[in-house]
């Protein structure tokens, strides 16, 4: 079973995919506009969006004729930092703290005047 972070992991091992990226980091682009950065075809270059698509990093709108794809800001930087805070040693520890933190701050529900 692969998991979200394996199919990030899986996209951002490709070079083309990482400069992908980097055009979509301020635009907005199509199949098309991307086609004319790189020297492949545009299945070629739609296969490697499908791919960053499936992993979250990208997301996609049709407006009219064409696909517009954008960088998915939101999936890329959790699920990083996520990984990042449970490997680094100094994270792990605030990553823990960050959850007690959040436990004792819960709502505590009393028992007593549930009715049941």
């Not at 907005?28 to 739609?46: G, H, I, N, Y």
């Not at 064409?66 to 890329?76: C, E, G, I, K, Q």
Request: proline residues 4%; positive net charge.
């Amino acid at each position: 079973m692969t998991t979200a972070l394996d199919k990030i992991f899986e996209a951002l091992a490709s070079g083309p995919r990482r400069q992908i990226l980097a055009y979509l980091s301020d635009a907005d682009l199509t199949t098309s506009d991307l086609v004319q950065r790189f020297e492949m075809s545009a299945p070629a270059v739609s296969r490697h969006l499908s791919v960053l698509e499936n992993a979250g990093l990208v997301t996609s709108q049709r407006r009219g004729q064409f696909v517009h794809y954008a960088l998915n800001r939101d999936s890329l930087v959790t699920s990083l930092t996520g990984y990042a805070f449970g490997l680094c040693p100094v994270g792990r520890p605030l990553k823990r703290e960050s959850k007690a933190i959040a436990k004792a701050r819960a709502p505590k529900v009393d028992l007593k005047s549930v009715k049941g």
